[in-house]
């Protein structure tokens, strides 16, 4: 389908609302596409949806000690310490948030893996951690990994604008492990690499032994869920049969959604061309670069703005979802910009755009999150805990409440028995948690898959 054409900006809009709606009937299918690629992703067939396992399994509580996390998932690094008590509960002993300048992130790996080191050193001085003893590392690193063991993995590709060079395809726990001795901290032992939603799920599931899903919903998306041994098709002796491995699904890569023009020049444009089409759509990473578009076509159309504002909005990216969300909230934020004239009808249709554009997001996230839930509990059975965790669903307003009401249109008053709660640091926390299972040797998992096929 082409671009709107329109006369005036509530006629545009109103072919926007068309252009950018999933209704029930699409999100029926979401789910059976979905399912479909689950299938085949476990099995090791061809599949926009990885299924990797994480040699993880839910924690029971219990797992306890202090650990330090590195947590990369997006344009920061968080460095914490944290703490487990051994009886559900968790605390956040020291916690560094550090930026990642823009050139490390498409400059090589050395250099980005370099400046994670420098930060660790920095929390270690500052929080006056000795190198007389030695310290156990989880690092949860947030990009999709070929996941071997509890404590190696190899970068499958980067996303989220990530290119820093020399990194894919190779171990990232071993890239780390050298960038610390070459900063004279070899003392710090890597014992465990998490996805931050396999982390998030952990979190999530040490106070809460209902909670089986973990969700991302911030800079990029994705979920993981505990799959059966028995139905990991591809990794053959993984464990005993009857066992559950949580398996991280890289939902952001699923490929079954219908694509607008917006969403084609976005991904046309974009580093990672023709890959996480889900997490394009969805996740806080695009959601201002679609609106962008979407503002400059209709002042191109003479609909929104002056024509001579354009360059205002020439920057791709320039927009961004906290943006979008202050918006949402009804701030005026183009009232005092370098536009001139702003009218109260751009004010409206600014927001109509966000309004639009971010339901979309969450109605394809809340399918997305119907189809997990379908597939471990086909009638809905049980009550759930879902954990989440991402500023896109802390922060956007409304967003919480559009997936759940996609989640009522699918599954009517049982929508009731699944309950969103947000998991702050969970990426991080559940990582530490990892660390304590592999610490306590109680994992119990083979060490190697014999052909993991992702
Ligand atoms: C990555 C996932 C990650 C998600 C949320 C995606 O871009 O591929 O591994 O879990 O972002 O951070």
């Known amino acids: 389908m082409g671009n709107i054409r329109a006369n005036t900006p509530y006629s545009f809009l109103s072919n926007l609302e068309s252009l950018f709606s999933v209704s029930l009937q699409n999100s029926h299918e979401i789910i ?48 914490m310490a944290v703490e487990l008590d051994g009886n559900r509960k968790t605390a956040l002993a020291a916690v560094t948030r550090f930026v ?37 590392l989880a690092f949860t690193f947030s990009f999709p990994v070929e996941q071997r063991s509890l404590a190696s993995g190899k970068l499958i590709g980067w996303t989220k604008g990530f290119t820093a060079s020399g990194v894919v395809g190779k171990d990232v726990v071993t890239i780390l492990s050298e960038a610390l001795q070459r900063k004279e901290m070899g003392f710090i032992h890597v014992v465990a690499l ?91 990473m695009y959601l201002g ?32 979802t906290e943006h979008l969300s202050l918006i949402a909230q009804g701030s005026d934020l183009f009232a005092d910009s370098t536009l001139k004239n702003v009218s109260a009808i751009d004010i409206r249709t600014i927001r109509e755009i966000c309004r639009i554009v971010s339901t979309r997001s969450a109605r394809i996230a809340g399918s997305a999150i119907a189809a997990v839930v379908a597939w471990m509990d086909e009638n809905l059975e ?21 997936i759940m009401a996609i989640l009522h249109e699918l599954f009517g008053e049982r929508a009731k028995k699944i309950k969103l709660e947000l998991i702050r640091d969970g990426s991080g926390i559940g990582s530490a948690i990892i660390a304590a299972v592999a610490a306590s040797g109680r994992d119990n998992f083979p060490h190697q898959t014999p052909d993991a096929r992702i």
């Open 100 to 136: 990642i300048p823009q050139p490390l992130i498409c400059g090589t790996g050395d250099e980005l893996f370099d400046f994670i080191a420098d930060c660790i050193q920095l929390f270690f001085k500052n929080n006056s951690l000795g190198r007389q003893q030695s310290y156990d």
């Open 289 to 320: 670069e679609i609106a962008r578009r979407v503002i400059v076509e209709m002042m191109k159309q003479g609909l929104l703005f002056s024509e001579r504002s354009l360059p205002v909005f020439s920057e791709e990216y320039m927009l961004r």
């Open 194 to 284: 998490a996805n931050d939603t396999v982390g998030t799920l952990l979190a999530g599931s040490y106070s809460d032994p209902l909670c089986d899903m973990g969700v991302i919903l911030g800079t990029g998306t994705n979920a993981c869920y505990p799959e059966k041994v028995s139905r990991i098709v591809k990794s053959a002796g993984l464990g005993p049969p009857s066992g559950e491995m949580i398996v991280n699904i890289e939902w952001g890569g699923f490929s079954r959604l219908t694509t607008n023009i917006y969403d084609r020049e976005l991904d046309s444009a974009s580093n990672n061309r023709g890959k996480q089409q889900l997490e394009k759509m969805v996740s806080g």
């Open 32 to 79: 059976a596409n979905f399912h479909q690629e689950m299938r085949s992703g476990l099995a090791g067939i061809d599949s926009s949806l990885k299924m990797i396992p994480s040699f993880v399994h839910r924690p029971t509580g219990t797992e306890k000690g202090s650990f330090i996390v590195l947590d990369l998932g997006g344009t920061n690094i968080r460095v």
């Open 382 to 402: 049980s009550d759930r805990t879902i954990a989440i965790d991402g500023t896109l669903f802390e922060k956007y307003p409304g967003y919480r409440e559009n």
